[in-house]
């Protein structure tokens, strides 16, 4: 199938921003049977997410993804890397909704199905409590599960105080400091080493060099995500997802998901909530999967579960 590549920049509910968006799509607009919207991960941008999208365009998915607020071509001249402004993680769901509506004009009749990779995934696990009833369907990828109270307790305190001393746009070195204590628990999400990202040497090298990739945020932007995560594993954002088929999808190596503790969590606590969830973990496989030795198996088990919702069988 003949695809064909566009981009796209609206203006970001951050005032003076404005997000800038890749789209795949098939050359014929009446081979459009999906449209799949992607949130990537904690520093990164959309340019990684063109092979698979590639794929999924020859499937007959419009496929469209915006870098985040601070993050690849969404930073503004001047701007600040890693920050999100003053409203925080739901300034980048809003502008995932304003993406939602321009893709959804195009498009109005095929079945929309949101996907988030690492942060990402959080963002749409936020996004689906507060616009899910728009949607057919969800990927939620390279996720992570609950941190305990005391832990996030403490992980405020820290960040409140890091934001007052070096102001919101500052940095300060303490967080990769907590986060390489542990890999595998409390800011895990926020600091990944390299060589976490894939079993393929090439990708992990790719990652590096990217100037693009890898960027220490901002004191509120660590704020930012861990308010993020506490909000997403509650109770009650288990109670306000939307009764959409999901799949929870990871490798079973990636430290954010704890090994895959954390995402059989995820998947437990959705499944007594009376979700329709199915759960992939690929022996092996680090944080970003798209990127894995194994991608190929990674992008037709996405490319079934969306065959499967348009099918009704999901």
């Known amino acids: 199938m003949d695809i064909k590549k566009r981009e796209l920049s609206f203006d970001s509910c951050v005032e003076d921003e404005r997000i800038f968006v890749r789209i795949l799509e098939p050359a014929e607009k009446a081979n459009v049977k999906g449209v799949l919207q992607i949130a990537h991960g904690m520093s990164e941008h959309s340019l990684l997410y063109v092979e698979f999208a590639k794929y999924m365009a020859s499937k007959g998915f419009a496929v469209a993804v915006n870098d985040h607020l601070g993050h690849g071509k969404s930073v503004s001249a001047g701007g600040s890397y890693g920050y999100f402004g003053k409203g925080g993680f739901q300034n980048l769901v809003q502008d995932m909704h304003k993406l939602y ?10 079945p929309y199905i949101l996907m988030g990779h690492s942060l990402g995934s959080l963002l749409v ?6 616009h899910g009833s728009e949607l057919a369907g969800a990927v939620i990828m390279g996720t992570c599960g609950s941190v305990p109270k005391s832990a996030i307790k403490v992980q405020k305190m820290i960040c409140n105080t890091a934001v007052k001393k070096k102001g919101e746009k500052g940095h300060d070195e303490i967080f990769k400091k907590m986060a390489s204590v542990n890999s595998t628990r409390n800011f895990a999400l926020l600091s990944i080493p390299a060589d976490w990202i894939s079993r393929d040497a090439d990708e992990v090298e ?10 220490d945020f901002t004191v509120s932007g660590y704020r930012d995500i861990l308010l993020l995560q506490e909000r997403v594993a509650s109770p009650s954002w288990f109670k306000k997802m939307p009764q959409i088929p ?9 430290p954010v998901g704890g090994f895959g503790k954390g995402v059989r969590q995820v998947a437990r606590k959705l499944k007594k909530t009376g979700h329709d969830v199915r759960l992939i973990l690929y022996p092996g496989a680090k944080h970003s999967i798209l990127c894995e030795i194994n991608r190929q198996e990674v992008f ?10 348009l099918a009704g069988n999901a």
């Open 125 to 130: 696990r936020s996004y689906c409590a507060q």
């Open 101 to 110: 509506t321009l893709i959804h004009r195009d498009y109005p009749e095929a």
């Open 246 to 254: 999901i799949l929870l999808i990871s490798g079973d190596s990636d």
């Open 206 to 215: 790719k990652y590096i060099k990217d100037p693009l990739c890898g960027f």
């Open 300 to 309: 037709t088990d996405i490319e079934n579960f969306l065959d499967d919702i």
